[in-house]
């Protein structure tokens, strides 16, 4: 989305800027991690290293830290520390850029669980994005001493896999001098493989200095942050067991997974559940091995989700977001002149409702002539008169299939795709009913200021 032109709160088109020439990406600012790092045997028979570990542990310092200590004071002893799976999230102050933020969570949400030590076991969040790409990033990296040294990416159309790397240092015309590159290291295609990801065929993935890495990406009600708290994990099973909670809850709320889950707000809770996990071991017999692995928990009454359109302040909100789709003006009139468009708190209910559905019943009979429009009648067509028109109210009220199929037009989405999209979103019956084109047309509304991120959210599901 490196030339995409966005509105801006209706103000009109707003280019890429020197700076914001990319994807958008969620700024982060402090970890949570999943589990702990201990000693190893060899470390912990060492009195200093031992000692070095313990102060660390007690203020406060982040594993990395202490690891990095404990090289200084004992450069023989090679990789000190290993990671230990345990029930509980690890949060310390060193890992945030305000300490205290650390002390609030754990002092908030942490729990003693007789041991007589407070830990962080459960903890609720809130995702800031409808994308579960985009609160989920993960990717197959290796690492080298002190950065990234290969990393898998998709190619813009999401079919192709290639491993990148950073590309050498410009030097100028006299090989003497490094060019001053401008925002940052360039990357490139890794040389071997032609460029593509291929980790069956991959020396360092088999030899595990390759691996799938992953963090969420959230926001914890209650903890003042402009940034927002990332957990990594390494889990395969943790991802993809959160993609399918994400795509669940998304599809019961219209596609979203961001801000609190109900008018109760409710939020998502990050925990951890002991399962067995089953890999493949060195002589290539399936075992399993018991684990903590990171669960996302949505607490909700899922009926609750599907009724919500419902009810009434539900549909209002939603009346607003199509209007507001609309841009305002809309050809209402007896003579198909634009009207002036009002603040949307100005204008009552009873006028939002009108509008919407004037603009469906002169855009329907629009609709048959559009080559691009699947304009299917239903059954109703056949009953009693009564019946006929009641179908037919039902079908003009509200945005029309024409509406909808207009705003994801200008997305650069042919009518289509996007309704190949919506009935596998939503089911086939989504464009005859006024609840359905709402719904729609709500979901094109949360991504007006990204619609490449619509196309390709779109083309993730197609594929």
Known sequence: MGNTMVSINGSGQAPPTLLG???????????IRAGIKVLT??????????????????????FEQIEKFIGEALPKLKTPLVPKNVAWFTVRGQDFPNPEIASQILDTFGEERGDGVKRLYRFPVVFPSDMWQAVMPHELVAWGA????????????????YCKCFAPVPMNDTGRRVIRVFGGRKTTLRSENGGLCDPEGCAEYQQRQCNLSGRFIFFIPGIKSISAFELHTNSFYAMNAAIQKFETIAFMRGGRISGFLDAKQTPFYITKKLMDVPHIDETGRAVRVRQWIIEIEAPIDVTALLRAHDDEDTAIVNAQIASQILEGPLDVGPTGAAQAAAPLADIPRSQIWSDIDKA???????????????HTRDSASATPKAGAQSAGRERNAGPSLAQVIDVASSYGIDAVTFEAYADRSWGSGWKHNADGRRRALEELGRYRNDPQGYVDKIASQLK
């Open 21 to 31: 020439h990319g994807p958008v990406r969620i700024a982060t600012g402090g970890k």
């Open 41 to 62: 045997k060899k470390a912990a028979d060492n009195p200093q290293a031992k000692e070095i570990y313990d102060q660390g542990v007690a203020s406060g310092q982040s």
């Open 146 to 161: 002190s950065e990234k040294k290969f990393w898998s990416e998709y190619a813009p159309d999401g079919r192709v896999r």
């Open 360 to 374: 469906g019943a002169i855009d329907a009979k629009q609709e048959s002539a559009r080559p691009d429009v699947a």
